[in-house]
Every structure is written in structure tokens, then in C-alpha cells.
């Protein structure tokens, strides 16, 4: 009698242990359920407090993101977050990004601030949160000076190169020019593609292309603006409201020193010359004028 107690007690013991662990690993179940829905982003306490901003930007795009020749990046949306983390009080950590991958990487949280010449889209807007807009843009179309392209009626039969994740992209799938499409995922890439001759015409953002052209010789914009005029601003994660606002009450605080104007100055002028009046490009304030 007393083996058998002893069995029905450690039986029962174990049936105890099991369930034990039962609870404790449906536990740690929820709890890892609970961390992963965890929000993608940090807010601006937790930047300060980590000392460091995380920064997408473009290396390949001058002069509005790009690696200099001593590693260094360069550009108009960098000389913008140096003073954005200078105003934080941090440092910056740039992680370099291709057009197609700016919404994830901002969405996932891989990075604090979009800042890579991000045009401002319906479509972007469902994903990302934008802040206040400090550029102007619309589209344009670079070619050989040899074999301009004028219009749109020009691309028939041709190969137009384009950048994927971008709005050129987006335009050129909507709107069949009879051109054949040959897409890219860096800039650098189909830059060379347009230098290679393995494309008629190159289309991206108008500022990058007049500012392109006229660093390299043979080459023309014989289409200066293409569809709607748009806006560049910075990105966050959705309902990132801390960063968001931050942002944007630095954008508009920059407006009485006119920080963009010495932004285009420092880093835009040299590429445009005398061919576009900064007005047409620069916005402060976050007001399109």
C-alpha cells in the first residue's frame, strides 16, 4: 500500500511539474508575443538618451546624398541632419539606402529619419509618416546631347532608364509613352547604364538630372519638369508623434535664419550654376510658396 501511495503521489507530482512548466511556457509565449508587437520606432527621449540618430540617406545621389572621396558623407539632406542631431544633441549613424527600400527602412524602425531625397506620395504617406516639406521637385528626363529627348512623344520606341522605388518608376508604369523600361536599383547603376549607351534617356527627379548634366558633358535635360510638382521632406515611422513633431518644429524654427538657403549655397550651388534660382527649389518654413 505504501509503494503504491508513494507512486500515486509522485505520479501526481510530476502531472504538477508539467503543468507547471505548461503555464510558464504559455508565459513566455505571451510575453514574446507582447515584445515583437513592441513599436518599431524610438522616440525622441529614447534618441537622446541612446546619444546616437539613425539616418537613411543616399550615397550614390549627389548633391543631395553621396560619399565623398575621404569616405565622408555629402549633400543637401546631409548637411540638413548634422543640424538636425546637432540640434538633438547626438550623433549620427548613417545607413546608406537604395530608392526601393526607404519605406521599409524607415517602417521597421532600421532607421530614426528618413532623409534620402524622399518625394512625398499618397501611397508612401499610408506607410511612413512625413514631417514638413523642404524642397520643391517634379520630374525631368536626361539624355545625349547627340539624340536629345524633348517629349514624352520622343520615348516612343526608345529605352528609357529608371531607378526602381522611385516616383519616375511610378509615372512611367502609369503612363505608356511606348518606351521600353529597363529599371535599376542603384542610381549609380543606372547612371552608367545611360554613360554605356544601353539606354536612350535617363528620368528621375528633375533637380538630380539638370544638376547631373551639368557635371557631365554630352548629356542634356531636354525635358526640364514632368508631371505634378511634389515635395521632398523627412520621413519617421508611422505614429512616431514625438520625432514627428520635433521635426517639423525644426523645420519651421529654421525658416528665420533661412537654414535651406545656405543649405542649397553650401552643397546644391556649385552643381547648378546660374541655371536655377533657388526659389524655384528651396522651401522654408515647410510653406511651398
Known amino acids: 500500500m505504501k509503494k503504491k501511495f508513494h507512486f500515486k503521489k509522485v505520479t501526481a507530482l510530476l502531472l504538477t511539474a508539467v503543468a507547471t512548466v505548461g503555464i510558464l511556457a504559455g508565459c513566455g509565449s505571451t510575453t514574446k508575443k507582447s515584445s515583437s508587437s513592441k513599436t518599431a520606432y524610438r522616440t525622441v527621449d529614447e534618441i537622446k538618451k541612446d546619444g546616437t540618430l539613425k539616418v537613411g540617406v543616399f550615397s550614390d545621389k549627389a548633391p543631395f546624398g553621396y560619399v565623398d572621396d575621404q569616405g565622408k ?35 521597421t524602425g532600421k532607421v530614426d529619419l528618413m532623409l534620402a531625397n524622399f518625394t512625398v506620395t ?16 517634379s520630374l525631368g528626363v536626361v539624355s545625349p546631347s547627340s539624340a536629345p529627348i524633348k517629349s514624352e512623344a520622343d520615348l516612343k520606341g526608345k529605352t528609357l532608364i529608371l531607378a526602381k522605388g522611385t516616383t519616375a518608376e511610378t509615372y512611367f508604369t502609369k503612363n505608356d509613352t511606348g518606351a521600353n523600361l529597363e529599371k535599376y536599383d542603384q542610381y549609380a547603376d543606372a547612371y552608367n547604364a545611360l554613360l554605356d549607351g544601353r539606354g536612350d534617356a535617363f528620368s528621375t527627379d528633375n533637380t538630380e538630372v539638370i544638376a547631373w548634366a551639368n557635371q557631365n558633358k554630352g548629356f542634356t535635360v531636354g525635358i526640364t519638369s514632368l508631371g505634378d510638382v511634389d515635395t521632398i521632406a523627412p520621413a519617421v515611422a508611422k505614429g512616431n508623434k514625438t520625432l514627428l513633431d520635433w521635426i517639423n518644429k525644426e523645420i519651421t524654427s529654421l525658416a528665420d535664419e533661412q537654414f535651406f538657403h545656405a543649405d542649397y549655397d553650401a552643397t546644391l550651388k556649385n552643381f547648378y550654376g546660374a541655371d536655377i534660382n533657388p526659389d524655384d527649389l528651396v522651401v522654408e518654413g515647410g510653406k511651398v510658396e
Open 73 to 107: 558623407y555629402q549633400g543637401y539632406d546631409v548637411y540638413f541632419a548634422e543640424r538636425i542631431a546637432k540640434d538633438l544633441g547626438v550623433k549620427i549613424e548613417y545607413t546608406a539606402v537604395d530608392p526601393a527600400s526607404r519605406v521599409d527602412y524607415v517602417a
Open 122 to 137: 499618397d501611397e508612401r504617406a499610408e506607410k511612413v509618416d512625413f514631417a514638413l516639406p523642404y524642397m520643391k521637385v
